[in-house]
């Protein structure tokens, strides 16, 4: 089965292209490469030294005698986009292929705008490549569950069932994104789901939550293969940004009160999900919805979490709650459900003492390549 995965030079991308060859998928990648320009822009690097794409795909073949195909180029630039398409044929697209960051697209007017662009263009080149000469190919897309925001009700799995004025429907599930990133992934969901109606093509959303870990089976074998991780105010997500913070002595940063819950997952379970969307396809005309996380914590309880694996390892851990550079509410209720990737038999990878003394030890391996200045946000929600 031929898989084509969009932003496969990116941190989930990456892990999952690797993942699907290993299993006998034939794989190719498609990617712009602008993820590593940002980090330039914004004067950061990633704390793992990661090697050029070429250079990783050529030692992938080396040790395993995989090869997967790359296309360098972006799915903004429509003919482009056609040309790889049938040059590689795919049965199934995999599409990391956006700006992931919330403070990225907080930055300015400009941001915003490369965000949503980049983003919803290229979502909808996607589509309508696939309406002409793909149809029966099965998009396999990255949500996320911040489209949700923090409703005062059980989140569902993208549909709601409502009854009103004595009249009952099912409908998508009511979206209140926090950030312009969060909005462009509200766009991408309810252009995918026209598609899947109107024109009959099959996706999958896969509205995941907040990803931790450094190691799969494959990125683990060899030094050329690891992954990236981010620690810095823009890219770095919560927990690798606390472990990385815990590592260097510097106190962990929970924003506000800290009482924030999110959806959690570690990169092996990324890997699977995306395997598990591949294998059990949707039907033509189905836009599915996945709540693809495994366990829920608050942010305070992640810091906690951290501190007390970081100083059973002997480092001195401190949890220093500053002003929240977001808009968010810090203490809400939140519970979401999770079933449909577990019933299709994902076995997940809870966050244990042993994983975290992993991250930890990783973190203190690389904390000479930490800069310091990179770590607090830069970046407010806030009306200036």
């Not at 299993?23 to 990617?31: A, K, P, S, W």
């Not at 810095?232 to 506000?256: E, K």
Request: with cysteine.
């Amino acid at each position: 089965m031929k898989v084509l995965v969009i932003g496969g030079d990116g941190y989930c991308g990456w892990a999952t292209a690797l993942y699907l060859s290993n299993r006998g998928y034939d794989v190719g990648i498609l990617d712009n490469l602008v993820r590593r320009h940002w980090d330039n822009e914004l004067g950061i690097a990633t704390l793992t030294p990661i090697a050029p794409i070429q250079q990783r795909i050529q030692r992938w073949q080396d040790l395993t005698g995989k090869s997967i195909d790359l296309f360098v180029g972006d799915i903004t630039n429509y003919e482009f986009l056609q040309k790889a398409l049938h040059q590689f044929e795919p049965n199934a697209i995999v599409h990391f292929g956006e700006q992931r960051s919330a403070p990225f697209s907080m930055i300015d007017r400009e941001h915003a705008v490369l965000t949503q662009v980049n983003n919803v263009v290229g979502t909808l080149n996607l589509l309508y490549a696939m309406r002409e000469d793909f149809p029966d190919c099965h998009l396999v897309k990255l949500g996320t569950m911040g489209e949700y925001g923090t409703p005062n009700i059980d989140i569902e799995e993208g549909y709601i069932t409502i009854e009103h004025n004595g009249r009952k429907d099912t409908l998508p599930y009511p979206k209140q994104p926090g950030s312009m990133y969060h909005l462009s992934k509200v766009h991408d969901s309810h252009n995918i789901h026209f598609a899947c109606r109107i024109w009959g093509l099959r996706a999958t959303d896969l509205n995941q939550g907040v990803v931790y870990g450094v190691l799969t089976e494959e990125t683990g074998m060899d030094e050329l293969l690891i992954n990236r991780l981010d620690y810095d105010g823009v890219f770095g997500t919560a927990l690798n940004r606390f472990c990385i913070q815990a590592a260097i002595g510097h106190p962990l940063t929970v924003y506000g009160k800290g009482g924030q819950t999110r959806g959690f997952l570690d990169i092996r379970d990324t890997v699977r999900c995306m395997e598990l969307a591949i294998a059990n396809p949707a039907e033509p005309g189905e836009f599915r919805v996945f709540n693809q996380f495994t366990e829920l914590f608050s942010v305070g309880d992640l810091a906690l979490m951290v501190k007390k694996a970081g100083n059973s390892l002997g480092l001195n851990v401190e949890i220093n709650n500053i002003d929240n550079p977001r808009v968010e509410k810090e203490e809400h209720y939140f519970n979401a459900k999770n079933t449909k990737l577990l019933d299709l038999g994902l076995q997940p990878h809870y966050l244990s003492d042993s994983l975290l003394d992993s991250l930890l030890n990783f973190a203190v391996k690389y904390q000479q390549r930490v800069d310091k200045k990179q770590i607090l946000p830069k970046v407010s929600w806030h009306r200036k």
